[in-house]
């Protein structure tokens, strides 16, 4: 058995039944011997699957899985941290628990279905916080309304399954730097946790530099860019609620007299018309593939901005770029990255070769779990 944690619709050879999406089902071999048992949907997902044991799916078994996440925080210095508090209890697969995540902002989690089984298990998930956390937790928001099967017309509205709703202008923190963060309204669960120790490293080379961060959404990089002591930090986003969002945390950390520019642009465009004055630029787009069927095109994508921040940035400047496209492997996004260094003619050399963090981690059984792939380059 490869315990991958899903079921393809073209390995099934009978269905019995009329399971309805979300439904507990059990897959046998065609000699009837169990092999798991998991969340039935529609697509070519077929199963998700929860235990690969016949056991019980009772609050019990989900307050062992959610206690199980808990505990690798723990060991991963993130639970209990004053440091940093706010970072991912679960991720999907990668905790045995597929279709779900939970994020941890202060004393609030916000969850996030991707399947209608664990849609229809959040009064389980929010009691297995519950029991996990005591009074560590004051708050359970469910941000599912944008991430169920488009199809599965459960009409879910985002909003507060348990708890008072919590001031979002009450900043966390991550490495002592402060966010404030909106679940409520922000993209994905409020806070892109996933690029927390790769904006560290943003702080270790930032010192004296002067520093672009595109796609900027927050400012994460930002922040941390002036933490590590960069002369000047510039952040664009074609959105102007982002640039506004990474003005206030910059304005947070370091008052309204930081050296900083918020800028709304579309980043292509920006790069275009630079000067060549950065000594750092971070690429961190949104993801261009969601689906196969769009991977030429977004590899094109990655060319051509890479491509022009290999023209703009100055002799002896690092390039921080990303790709958080599932359907864009590491090899393909390598390549659209080496592509655009040939195309600008800059000598390049890798520094580092990056990934999510240890709290997004990955099944080994399931390597597609493997979705944020980073480079850090000198380009001389």
């Not at 959040?122 to 099967?149: H, M, N, Q, W, Y």
């Not at 930032?206 to 922040?223: H, R």
């Not at 979705?371 to 380059?377: D, E, N, T």
Request: glycine share 10%; charged share 20%.
């Amino acid at each position: 058995m490869r315990f991958h944690p899903w079921v393809f619709s073209g390995a099934i050879y009978r269905m019995e039944g009329s399971p309805a999406e979300g439904d507990l089902v059990d897959v046998y071999t065609s000699e009837r011997q169990f092999i798991a048992r998991g969340h039935y949907q529609i697509g070519s997902i077929t199963v998700r699957v929860l235990s690969f044991a016949e056991e019980a799916i009772d609050q019990r078994w989900w307050n062992a899985r959610i206690r199980a996440a808990y505990r690798m925080r723990e060991a991963l210095g993130l639970a209990e941290n004053p440091q940093t508090t706010c970072y991912r209890l679960v991720h999907g697969e990668g905790d045995s628990l597929p279709g779900l995540v939970v994020d941890i902002y202060g004393r609030t989690a916000v969850i996030q279905c991707h399947s209608v089984g664990m849609y229809r298990s959040r009064k389980a998930i929010g009691e297995a916080l519950r029991e996990v956390f005591s009074d560590r937790l004051t708050a359970l928001f469910d941000k599912s309304g944008g991430t169920l099967p488009y199809n599965a017309g459960l009409g879910a509205q985002d909003g507060y399954l348990w708890g008072e709703p919590a001031k979002t202008e009450n900043p966390v923190l991550e490495n002592g730097c402060l966010f404030r963060v909106n679940w409520e309204q922000g993209q994905k669960t409020g806070f892109f946790i996933d690029q927390r120790e790769n904006r560290e490293l943003v702080r270790r080379y930032a010192k004296g530099k002067t520093v672009l961060n595109t796609f900027c959404y927050t400012g994460g990089f930002s922040v941390y860019a002036l933490s590590g002591g960069a002369a000047q930090v510039d952040s664009v986003d074609s959105s102007e609620r982002a640039v506004q969002l990474a003005a206030e945390n910059i304005a947070l950390n370091f008052g309204e007299q930081a050296p900083h520019r918020a800028i709304a642009q579309d980043a292509f465009e920006y790069l275009r018309g630079m000067d060549g004055r950065y000594d750092l630029i971070v690429l961190d787009p949104p993801a261009f593939a969601k689906h196969h069927k769009v991977l030429g095109n977004a590899l094109q994508g990655y060319k051509r901005l890479n491509t022009q921040a290999f023209r703009q940035i100055k002799p002896g400047g690092i390039l921080f770029t990303f790709s958080c496209s599932q359907a864009v492997n590491r090899e393909q996004f390598r390549m659209a990255v080496f592509s655009a260094a040939a195309i600008a003619g800059r000598r390049v050399r890798i520094l580092h070769q990056l990934t999510q963090p240890a709290d997004h981690p990955v099944n080994i059984y399931h390597p597609e779990g493997e979705y944020l792939k980073g480079l850090v380059l000198y380009v001389e």
